[in-house]
Nanobody, 128 residues
Framework: QVQLVQSGGGSVQAGGSLRVSCAASGFYFRRSCLGWFRQYPGKEREGVAFLDNGGGSTYYPDSVKGRFTIVHDNVAKTLDLQMNNLRPEDTAMYYC?????????????????????WGQGTQVTVSS
């Protein structure tokens, strides 16, 4: 049974840093697309970071590039999102996700996949 259990997050002032974590189990972690998404109230989820764990390739959209970084540990089966230089517009619910079929191509390809497995969500709040 695939499980993604999140921790971390919280509140910080603009310019600060936060880390959200995701502990994975129940699937072959090294052969998966892994992603971090965020969701604003009343909006669709949007992807902010992707990892093709088959090859290590990552992808970040322009909105977070240079500020957010995926950190993963294939032994511990954890996927973290390190967020630096946070802005008020980064305030959202953050979710980790896994796709078990699209790995082995690229982080960009992983960003196009439909994700079937999700963490429970973690709130990140950035004050100005």
């Amino acid at each position: 049974q695939v499980q993604l259990v999140q921790s971390g997050g919280g509140s910080v002032q603009a310019g600060g840093s936060l880390r959200v974590s995701c502990a994975a189990s129940g699937f072959y972690f090294r052969r998966s697309c892994l992603g971090w998404f965020r969701q604003y109230p009343g909006k669709e989820r949007e992807g902010v970071a992707f990892l093709d764990n088959g090859g290590g390739s990552t992808y970040y959209p322009d909105s977070v590039k240079g500020r957010f970084t995926i950190v993963h540990d294939n032994v511990a089966k954890t996927l973290d999102l390190q967020m630096n230089n946070l802005r008020p517009e980064d305030t959202a619910m953050y979710y980790c996700a896994a796709d078990l079929d699209g790995w082995g191509k690229s982080g960009v390809y992983c960003s196009t996949r439909q994700y079937a497995h999700w963490g429970q969500g973690t709130q990140v709040t950035v004050s100005s």
